[in-house]
């Protein structure tokens, strides 16, 4: 077992470290890895002089949940802070944090933090005005792990330097109060210490895509399945499952050289064991084992972030703030943006800081909201009329995406949409003067055009573009309540129903989106929500059957659609059907080879006289189980 050094001492249970705490030392449990205890003290070398019993304010203060009060206790005792066990059933009450103010420390190993545990306990919070932090990891010893470097009294007045990684446009960036931005390269930030690294990229709680190189959660050697055994296919230190070609480089998240860790990525912190794809590679988890001693990042996967947030952070950082104060002021960006609830967690300290207050970077202004329109009296128009208003309102939706992002495949698409519904309108107006027998049957089979096109956009754009399409269903609608929802069928997260109206006279919409998984759902009244029955799991090669129900009355078309989670690998299979009343079983099948171990997307499309439904689920893919030896 390697040496700590001086004053942290390795503890063998948590009731020998208790003990160690009364002889003035910090203890580490001792990790039954010796890669990971030797990583851990060769990190802690690099952590300022230590000290217990630091406590913060006085209204700092530590709770646990409910079973880990074992560890809550030594947390507590190690930061000089007082204790007590959190109760979730007395969330609502004003006092179930503690006094009004102030900052809450939640203690508990990962298992137990679920978005469904954690999004309560961070709303009581921010109702009750008090910063919170949270100190978990994926067992006991990696938790005392990151105790033991909260305890490190870090330099305040080194100067303030902040690296920026944005995955999203290549660009690396040196933040330091007081000068202009400086460009770096990979390379050079990767290889350097810094006060605070952010991480702005496209991905998933387990990887971040950083152009030549894709940050990987993996901690060991090897990925390993839910049983503990090496998952066939996945992540290891030198190949990423992300890409198996090797094309790019993995380097682990414990590996960045920062004291805090921003991970402005899709879902990064993610800590149930059921929330995403089911092996032991985690952004965060990784990165609370590593230098870092703060991971602040998304806590969820609809917030459509931008380099507003990151900057908006690195300010907040060289100003003294807290870390606390921080997640608290990005989580009234995300209500702006239109998100309820919390938008991201910090893991770690909410009392801690990188510099002393007044050493800011102006900060960047904050995001503007979409201006409301206000409510005008629209001409009320019916039938076909208000189909054919729908069905523009989404065609601009996707031409103002292709403003954004260009599409040459999804642009040809919506010019064919265009002229399906332009020719149905000519047809329409022309009826309401001099209507003759066949009019309604012509608006019907442009319809029936208009929405095949729909489908086709799965298949014949290399993205699928169904995010865009989401988008664009209710770009010109307004949220005008919430109600429950049940909790997603992959991740057990809480979910919401968002129902929508239009100033413009257009149809109603209700939306459902997991905070963790994505969007699962957008249709109008008009369309039904669809019973899906879909695997727990697909498999390379091997075919899944998908059941969709229709019920009485229901017509039109629609599409069934497998697709890998990376929409830039094109699709794995598609079909399209016409809808008749009933079970339709469709089975679709994803490549023998090729085929990155991931959380992929199911997406089921209906369209039906110029109106559009879609559906969404996420299906992890697994390797092949090893044959046994009958079967060899």
């Known amino acids: 077992m390697p040496s700590l050094p001086d004053g942290y001492r390795w503890a063998s249970t948590l009731a020998d470290a208790a003990r160690l705490l009364d002889e003035e030392s910090v203890p580490v449990l001792r990790p039954d890895d010796p890669r990971r205890a030797d990583r851990w003290a060769d990190i802690l070398r690099t952590y300022p002089t230590r000290g217990l019993g630091r406590g913060g304010p006085p209204d700092a203060r530590v709770v646990s949940l409910a079973g880990h009060e074992d560890l809550g206790e ?24 503690g006094p009004e103010g102030g900052s809450v420390l939640v203690v508990a190993r990962s298992r137990a933090l679920t978005l469904s545990v954690l999004m309560p306990i961070l709303d009581a919070a921010a109702r009750n005005s ?26 305040l007045s080194a100067l303030a330097r902040t690296a920026l990684l944005d995955g999203t446009t290549g660009l690396t960036h040196v933040l330091t109060p ?39 959660g993996l901690s060991g050697p090897a990925e390993l399945g839910p049983d503990g055994s090496v998952l066939a296919g996945g992540c290891t230190p030198t190949t990423c499952k992300t890409d198996p070609t090797g094309r790019t480089r993995p380097i682990a998240a414990h590996a960045l050289r920062a004291r805090v860790l921003g991970l402005f990525v899709c879902n990064a912190i993610t800590l149930g064991e059921a929330e995403q794809y089911p092996s032991d590679v985690s952004l965060a988890l990784d990165a609370v084992e590593g230098h870092p001693g ?22 907040s950082l060289h100003s003294g703030a807290r870390l606390g104060q921080i997640a608290a002021l990005l989580d009234a960006d995300g209500h702006r943006r239109g998100i309820r609830g919390p938008s991201v967690i910090l893991l770690g300290d909410p009392e801690q800081r990188l510099q002393e207050p007044d050493t800011a970077i102006a900060a960047p202004a904050p995001a503007v909201p979409a201006a409301v329109r206000p409510l005008a009296d629209a001409e009320v128009l019916s039938g076909w009329r208000v189909r054919l208003a729908d069905a523009e309102a989404l065609e601009q939706g996707l031409y103002a995406s292709l403003d954004r992002r260009p599409d040459a495949d999804l642009s040809a698409c919506v010019e064919e949409m265009t002229s399906y519904r332009q020719t149905a309108l000519n047809t329409l107006l022309a009826a309401a003067h001099r209507p003759d027998e066949g009019w309604q049957e012509r608006v019907e089979e442009q319809s029936l055009q208009w929405g095949r096109t729909v489908l086709d956009i799965l298949s014949r754009t290399r993205g699928g573009a169904f995010s865009r399409q989401f988008a664009a269903a209710r770009a010109h609608h307004r949220t005008t309540r919430w109600t429950p929802a049940p909790a997603c069928e992959y991740c057990r997260a809480p979910r919401e129903f968002e129902h929508l109206t239009s100033s413009l006279g257009l149809t109603d919409r209700r ?14 009244p008009t369309l039904d929500s669809l019973d899906l029955t879909v695997p727990s799991a697909l498999r390379s090669g091997q075919p899944a059957e998908v059941d969709v129900t229709f019920p009485e009355q229901a017509r039109g078309l629609f599409a069934v659609h497998l697709r890998p989670r990376s929409t830039r690998r094109g699709s794995y299979d598609h079909a399209a059907l016409t809808v008749t009343p009933g079970r339709h079983t469709v089975a679709l099948t994803v490549p023998a080879t090729g085929t990155p171990l991931d959380l ?18 996420r299906l992890p893919l697994l390797p092949h189980p090893e044959p046994t030896d009958h079967q060899q």
Do not use: I, M, N
Request: net charge positive.
């Open 74 to 97: 030594l947390v507590a005792r190690a930061l000089g802070r007082p204790h007590h066990v959190l109760d979730p059933a007395r969330l609502h009450a004003p006092a179930a944090l």
């Open 130 to 155: 008090t910063l919170a932090g949270v100190l978990t990891g994926r067992d006991d010893a990696a938790c005392t792990f990151a105790a033991a470097k909260l305890l490190a009294r870090p330099d």
């Open 178 to 216: 007081g000068r202009p931005d400086q460009r770096s390269t990979l390379a050079d930030v990767l290889g350097s210490g810094w006060g605070s690294l952010l991480v702005d990229a496209h991905g998933s709680a387990a990887h971040a895509s950083l152009g030549a190189v894709t940050l990987c």
């Open 294 to 315: 703060a991971v602040l990042g998304l806590l969820r996967g609809d917030l459509d972030t931008s380099g507003h947030e990151p900057r908006l952070t690195a300010a």
């Open 511 to 524: 939306t459902l989106r997991c905070p963790k998984c994505g969007p699962a759902l957008s249709l109008p």
């Open 600 to 617: 992929d997307r199911l997406w089921v499309v209906h369209a039906d006289r110029f109106h559009v439904a879609y559906h969404q689920r």
